[in-house]
């Protein structure tokens, strides 16, 4: 299993940009998240998805949508891009329904790095 | 809303010291308990759990202990390494259908050698 993965890696945005960075994850997770994390701080939940057509906000949702039509992809849409949006953004998911709802383990993408110009 | 704090923020041992990082949950449904370890332009990755009917766990040098009816949780490392030095993040768990996790801001650990 190649895991979560994000792309892309790194991004640079004009203030008033779009972009969506993309997550997907092949070990048929039902849960979904995407978080941001400024610099020297922790993780900030944005969105989250229990499972394929359903989404709901977190801590700090606005500027950012999210889409969940499959399992394995959890985009994030980024709409007018601005500054205070530059952060490092993680893709992960959880609970694998072949072994039972036992952990809630998070697995993370490796980052999307984000600056907003 | 809920919240987990977490202390201290920065912590400087050397080498074969002992590390202790501490967190506090105000959600009472909080039933699951991770910790995660970030090295410098990584990704977060699980290192130890707990669950609220336990009161501590160990695995090799790292343990954690939990006192549910004060609402603390901590991270006990001994006979720290250099590679021990990461951001370490405590989280909370509740039981509800979500499973949304809400994480602590953070501990930078610095072994010296």
């Known amino acids: 299993n190649a895991g979560v993965t994000q792309t892309p890696k790194f991004r640079i945005l004009k203030i008033g940009q779009s972009m969506t960075l993309q997550c997907t994850q092949d070990?048929?997770?039902?849960?979904m998240y995407w978080y941001r994390q400024d610099p020297g701080m922790g993780l900030k939940l944005i969105y989250y998805?229990?499972?394929?057509?359903?989404?709901d906000k977190g801590e700090v949702p606005n500027g950012y949508n999210v889409s969940r039509s499959t399992t394995e992809d959890f985009p994030l849409r980024l709409e007018l891009a601005a500054p205070s949006q530059t952060s490092v953004y993680f893709c992960?998911?959880?609970?694998?329904?072949?072994?039972?709802?036992?952990?809630?383990?998070?697995?993370f993408g490796a980052g999307t790095r984000l600056s907003v110009l | 809303g809920e919240n987990v704090e977490q202390h201290p923020s920065t912590l400087s041992v050397q080498e074969g010291d002992s590390a202790v990082i501490k967190c506090t949950y105000s959600d009472s449904a909080s039933n699951y308990f991770p910790w995660y370890k970030q090295e410098l332009g990584k990704r977060p990755q699980l290192i130890i759990d707990?669950?609220?009917?336990?009161g501590e766990k160990k695995d090799q040098r790292i343990a954690v202990t939990l006192n549910k009816t004060a609402k603390h949780f901590s991270l006990h490392i001994t006979e720290t390494q250099p590679e021990d030095s990461a951001v370490y993040f405590c989280?909370?768990?509740?039981?509800?259908?979500?499973?949304?996790?809400?994480f602590g801001a953070g501990t930078r650990l610095f072994v010296k050698a």
């Open positions: 707990i669950r609220s009917n336990v």
């Open positions: 070990m048929n997770h039902n849960y």
């Open positions: 992960a998911s959880s609970y694998d329904l072949r072994l039972g709802a036992a952990k809630n383990i998070q697995y």
């Open positions: 989280a909370a768990s509740p039981n509800t259908g979500g499973f949304k996790t809400i």
């Open positions: 998805s229990v499972g394929a057509g359903i989404t």
